[in-house]
């Protein structure tokens, strides 16, 4: 719905869902528009019509459906995270480079106008050398941590084969579909693949973090039975990157669920943090707080921003403001048939989407889990670990 609202203004040629009822109210407001169940036929039989796509299944659909549009010279916006595997990450960016399609991922808050003065602040030495960054969320707020409900019968309205696409074949729930399906490892990536592509994207970006050299994981999971099935309810995840050039190492700690952010030293007593997610920076000259997706970056404490305000207004503007128009500035990119211009295309979100993904393969192999990662060949130090790098596809299904 909200990639809809955000395109009504441009010519949305045509609708696909695969459940007739829950789209029935797209489907009704925009009637000009062709109806499908199957992207599959909708691209086979529209795609000459077409200019762009925007994909907005469940993530385990993202890289067929992404790829299959890119194949055909489509340009694309594939909401976050990217794919859900690293695999599937590694492929659409290397497959979009190659061929100059337009791209971009689903994380709004990128166009920001706040979110990329933010990254000038940063990069400008505003705060030092930034070596500690802790990001947080209030997510999950779907079940986590439970076995898989029993099978139901598919309702009429709904295809359930093609909501499957390439996960394994396992009946249908309507406590799986249409929404909780986010914490089941068959079909999303947590928490953290929900809500890192709103969050990690900011110092990932910033700081020019890279990939990852190492990641671990911590986590209580209450149900041992519950493991084969879906991710745990809560976790604290700790990635550590590599020097890059002058700029030191860095270790990001992601916190999600129950886990509570540490209270940062220097905020004021009577200061809140954000409670849907946020940022902080330990930097060597200042700390500083960003909100979920990026929103109202804050030196702290307030005296100090209060001083260095006139020094920040000074940076350079080096980055576009887009005005948090995420889809318009893809549209635009379109129109100019310049993929540089979307900023979150998939030469930056399959890299972020891989070191997100990197932190959910640790999950799926258990507390207590530290993963050394080669970036370049896409493999860990854990035979177990590597299983889950890779993409396994129901037949037919495969890219």
């Known amino acids: 719905v909200g990639s809809l609202k955000e395109c009504m203004h441009h010519n949305i040629h045509t609708l696909c869902d695969v459940d007739a009822m829950r789209a029935a109210e797209a489907f009704s407001h925009f ?11 909708m691209l ?6 077409l200019d762009g796509v925007v994909v907005t299944t469940p993530d385990h659909s993202h890289a067929v459906a992404t790829m299959a549009a890119m194949q055909l010279g489509l340009a694309v916006y594939t909401e976050k995270p990217l794919t859900r595997t690293i695999s599937e990450a590694r492929l659409l960016a290397d497959y979009a480079r190659k061929n100059r399609i337009v791209t971009q991922m689903g994380n709004q808050g990128h166009a920001l106008d706040q979110s990329r003065m933010a990254v000038e602040w940063i990069q400008s030495g505003a705060l030092g050398e930034v070596k500690e960054v802790h990001c947080w969320t209030n997510r999950p707020i779907w079940p986590q941590g439970i076995v898989r409900p029993p099978a139901e019968p598919v309702p009429a309205t709904m295809n359930w084969d093609v909501w499957l696409g390439p996960a394994p074949e396992k009946p249908y729930s309507s406590k799986i579909a249409p929404f909780n399906w986010r914490g089941f490892w068959d079909y999303g990536a947590g928490a ?7 969050i990690m994207d900011h110092p990932v970006w910033a700081l020019e973090l890279g990939p990852p050299e190492q990641v671990e994981v911590a986590y209580e999971r209450r149900d041992p039975a519950s493991a084969g099935d879906t991710f745990p309810v809560s976790t604290v995840v700790t990635y550590r990157f590599g020097a890059r050039g002058d700029k030191p190492p860095v270790t990001l700690k992601w916190f999600d669920g129950k886990n509570s952010v540490p ?5 004021e007593e009577g200061r809140t943090l954000a409670k849907d997610g946020g940022i902080i920076y330990y930097g060597s000259k200042h700390d500083m707080l960003q909100s979920c997706y990026g929103k109202s970056p804050r ?17 350079p503007a080096s980055l576009p403001r887009a005005k948090g128009l995420h889809h318009e500035e893809w549209i635009q990119a379109i129109k100019a048939n310049d993929p540089s211009m979307a900023k979150s295309g998939f030469d930056y979100s399959g890299p972020l989407t891989e070191t ?23 493999k860990t130090d854990n035979d177990e670990a590597n299983r889950y790098v890779e993409h396994e596809y129901r037949k037919g299904w495969s890219l």
């Open 263 to 267: 209270w940062p030293e220097g905020l």
């Open 192 to 198: 953290l693949g929900d809500m890192a592509a709103h």
């Open 356 to 378: 997100m993904l990197l932190g959910c393969v640790a999950i799926r192999v258990g507390a207590g889990t530290r993963l050394a990662w080669d970036s370049k060949n896409m």
């Open 31 to 41: 009637t000009a528009a062709k109806r499908y169940d199957d992207w599959r036929v």
């Open 299 to 315: 030196i702290f404490p307030e005296t100090e921003m209060q001083r260095m305000a006139p020094e920040l207004k000074r940076i």
């Open 44 to 49: 086979e039989k529209e795609a000459k019509h």
